[in-house]
């Protein structure tokens, strides 16, 4: 193990792109080929366009760190084709040994396995990872948090922070606040705390009542639970997920069943066809979450068997939202 992947292991980093494996374990691995994940196609979110923007050179930086560290001959960065003026900007900038790879604004091509084969054309086999076809994925963010520690040092990352966690997260929040955008927060900040402290408060006439902290996938939970800490691990047993932080706020104007739906026919829309249980349950589930009752015992089935049954990342969380809502709404579902 190289002393850059030590300290990347020794200084918690993972993995920004939502399922924060760590960020180590990928750098300690040899490959021939490593992936930029900038897909983005998750709903609201745009840090990682905003990233690229404003700071080009570093991602190309970060890049050939983990090129270096994996003894990659080729990088790949896989970038929405409608962020046309980053890709310019990355284009001006990438070494002879990168190649920019626009891609589809399709909800799937986030998904590691569908961004290796649309990237590299490499299929990765049932139940393996893109290591096994020669492939590293990391997501933009990860890439400049080590290039940052690598020039500013661990104490400069170890010094943010809150609740015990150590480090800076980018979270892209939208909603009902007076001041969205991208929002550059101390990991384990609460989703009250973002609110308040880096979004100036809620907007003229809204009552906090409930947050999605991870996106249309990730849930959604009631402003009681404001306070938990935005991180991997702790949204879990409520059901929820931070994934690639995009943070959604809704209000005491919201309608949570009508959210749940918005969410579902989104899915529905984005899914790709190509597995049963998820292009016929978002469809199914849109149907029955536009009754006036709902039958909970149908809709609990099928968020499970899709859970269980799905191919890929979208089927098997597409219900997430529907489930936080019958957990933590209740009072809005009769």
Not at 39 to 56: I, T, V, Y
Not at 151 to 168: P, Q, V, Y
Not at 240 to 252: E, H, K, P, T, Y
């Amino acid at each position: 193990m190289s002393e850059l992947t030590q300290q990347v292991r020794q200084w918690g980093i993972v993995g920004a792109g939502g399922a924060g494996f760590p960020t180590y374990v990928k750098l300690g691995a040899t490959v021939t080929t490593v992936i930029v994940n900038a897909a983005e196609c998750e709903p609201l979110l745009h840090k990682d366009k905003e990233l690229m923007r404003a700071r080009p050179a570093e991602m190309i930086e970060g890049l050939a760190l983990a090129m270096k560290e994996t003894g990659a001959a080729e990088g790949v960065i896989g970038v929405k084709a409608k962020y046309e003026d980053v890709i310019a900007l990355l284009e001006a900038r990438r070494a002879a040994n990168m190649r920019i790879h626009p891609l589809r604004d399709y909800y799937p091509t986030g998904d590691e396995f569908v961004l290796t084969y649309e990237t590299t054309g490499r299929v990765i086999p049932p139940g393996g990872l893109p290591k096994d076809v020669g492939c590293l994925v990391q997501n933009v963010e990860t890439l400049y948090w080590v290039r940052d520690i690598v020039e500013k040092g661990a104490a400069w990352f170890t010094g943010h922070g809150r609740r015990g966690r150590k480090g800076l997260r980018s979270f892209s929040v939208s909603g009902r606040v007076k001041k969205p955008g991208v929002v550059l927060a101390p990991a384990g900040v609460s989703a009250r705390e973002l609110i308040d402290e880096f979004c100036g408060g809620m907007a003229e006439g809204h009552r906090f009542k409930a947050y999605l902290p991870g996106g249309a996938s990730g849930g959604i939970l009631p402003a009681s639970m404001g306070d938990i800490p935005l991180d991997f691990g702790t949204l879990e047993p409520h059901g929820c997920f931070i994934g690639s932080a995009a943070v959604v706020v809704l209000s005491d104007k919201d309608d949570m069943k009508a959210a749940a739906l918005n969410l579902m026919r989104f899915f529905e829309d984005e899914s790709c066809g190509q597995c049963t249980p998820c292009r016929v349950g978002t469809e199914k589930a849109v149907a029955l979450m536009s009754r006036p009752k709902w039958d909970e015992a149908l809709l609990g089935d099928l968020a499970q068997a899709m859970a269980d049954a799905s191919i890929c990342g979208l089927g098997q969380a597409a219900c997430n939202p529907l489930r936080t809502v019958m957990k933590h709404f209740r009072e809005e579902l009769s």
